[in-house]
């Protein structure tokens, strides 16, 4: 080989380990989310995607996969945990049956106010949550607002306890919300997200549970007018990362995954008041009837609010817990 031609190929090979090194520290990632484009998670999704590839100036591509294409939570649940998805963004009730602290987040009335379940989670609970989500599986990147869920139905309202008989209510797949919903009278069924429309078509339902947000985007406010502001619950949705994509990020990208959690995050927090006053006020004008907190009727609510915790709480270390959620200040 003469001297030019072995420069060459010397060269040549140098950039292809080059190439190859890049190929290897660049990383293409999905995030499955139910939420179709519009929806205000999905803006601050896009948020973390692009400050995530930033912060690793490209080594690592987030691609978003909205509207329920990977699958429903329960299946993007199970898939990021065993790797066959990198991220997901679900409602923390779908982990209420794997991870035990996450359950009691679904406890009726627990939280006082939004920034009491921020305290919560950026306190010892959240660390507390987020080690018994590692050993499921996966990483929790960040908490997100999802405001206060409220029952919604298409026949009548919902004004008291009594108004729950004989009313078929979808629930997510939780144990807790499946208590729930016995405990109130009526008969839970488990449906995923983004059938919950047919079933209302189909009479399969009679209502559901939901914040304004997600009522309106959903559209399920076109088949069930009636939404009845009992604020039951606060359940916030999670990021998650598989543990199997982290275990295969370097420590400055895990950073970076966190950071850009953490932005997104934020940016939430700033968007979901007014996205929630933006739903309430385009599902009223399309002709929701809205039975505000003070036309109900509370009666015998903490009795079934205490049978709940009850079942839940099976000993001192869960009183403990709960008791530290009810504390903080
Ligand atoms: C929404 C939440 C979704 C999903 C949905 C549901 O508020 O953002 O992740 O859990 O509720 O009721 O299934």
């Not at 660049?26 to 601050?44: F, N, S």
């Not at 660390?127 to 409220?150: C, F, H, P, Q, W």
């Not at 619950?233 to 370097?250: C, H, R």
């Not at 709940?308 to 200040?329: E, F, H, P, W």
Request: glycine share 6%; with cysteine.
């Amino acid at each position: 080989m003469n001297s030019s031609v072995s420069m060459a190929a010397k060269l040549l090979g140098a950039m292809l380990i080059g190439c190859m090194a890049n190929l290897a520290s660049a990383k293409d990632m999905v995030l499955a989310e139910v939420h179709p484009d519009g929806h205000v998670i999905v803006t601050a999704e896009a948020l973390f995607a692009k400050r995530f590839a930033e912060l690793t100036q490209g080594e690592v591509k987030v691609d978003l996969k909205t509207g329920g294409k990977l699958g429903n939570e329960t299946q993007s649940w199970a898939k990021v945990r065993d790797g066959s998805i990198d991220i997901v963004r679900i409602n923390c009730a779908e982990l209420a049956k794997d991870v035990k602290s996450i359950q009691f987040l679904s406890l009726p009335y627990l939280f006082r106010s939004r920034d009491h379940m921020w305290r919560v989670l950026d306190g010892d609970f959240g660390k507390r949550a987020d080690a018994e989500v590692e050993k499921n599986g996966a990483i929790v990147l960040a908490y997100y607002d999802s405001g206060t869920r409220s029952f919604y139905t298409s026949k009548k309202p919902i004004r008291s306890r009594a108004d729950f008989k004989g009313m078929t209510i979808r629930i997510q797949n939780s144990p807790v919300y499946k208590d729930l919903i016995t405990e109130l009278g009526a008969t839970p069924v488990v449906i995923p997200y983004n059938d919950v429309t047919e079933a209302f078509k189909t009479g399969k339902i009679d209502g559901a549970e939901n914040n304004f947000v997600s009522y309106m985007e959903s559209g399920h406010y076109k088949y069930a007018k009636y939404y009845s502001m009992d604020e039951h619950s606060s359940v916030p949705e999670v990021l998650l990362m598989s543990k199997k994509s982290w275990d295969k990020l370097t420590p400055a990208q895990r950073k970076a995954a966190q950071d850009a959690a953490h932005e997104s995050a934020e940016l939430m927090k700033k968007l979901w008041a007014d996205a929630e006053v933006a739903a309430a006020a385009k599902v009223k004008k399309e002709g929701a009837v809205i039975i505000e907190k003070g036309q109900m009727n509370f009666t015998g609510i903490e009795e079934f609010a205490v049978r709940l915790y009850s079942k839940y709480i099976q000993d001192a270390a869960d009183l403990n817990l709960v008791l530290g959620i009810m504390r903080t200040k």
